[in-house]
């Protein structure tokens, strides 16, 4: 990326990726299907509101709808 960008910084793209994911994983726990469908795409969409509808009809919920940490982020592909 750097060849291309001399700005780019992959410690950044991280911490980035780390707070993204946070806010879309703690989202998915709680059920939030109005967020949820305003930055998923079409498949994600489908996979995440699957997994909500089963809790539903189920009747259970996770445990927790908050976690501590994301953080060792690899990136293995783009």
């Known amino acids: 990326m750097q060849k ?3 700005e780019f910084d992959l410690l ?3 911490y980035e990726f780390e707070e993204i994911f946070k806010e ?7 059920g939030n299907l109005e967020y949820l469908e305003k930055v998923c795409g ?3 969409l489908a996979i995440v ?3 909500i509808k089963l809790r ?4 259970w919920r996770h445990k927790y709808a908050d976690f501590l ?6 990136f293995l592909g783009g």
């Open 42 to 44: 079409s498949a994600g």
């Open 24 to 30: 879309f994983f703690c989202n998915f726990l709680e």
């Open 69 to 74: 940490d994301c953080g060792q982020v690899n």
């Open 49 to 51: 509101k699957s997994d």
């Open 56 to 59: 539903e009809t189920e009747g």
């Open 12 to 14: 950044q793209l991280a």
């Open 4 to 6: 291309y960008d001399r």
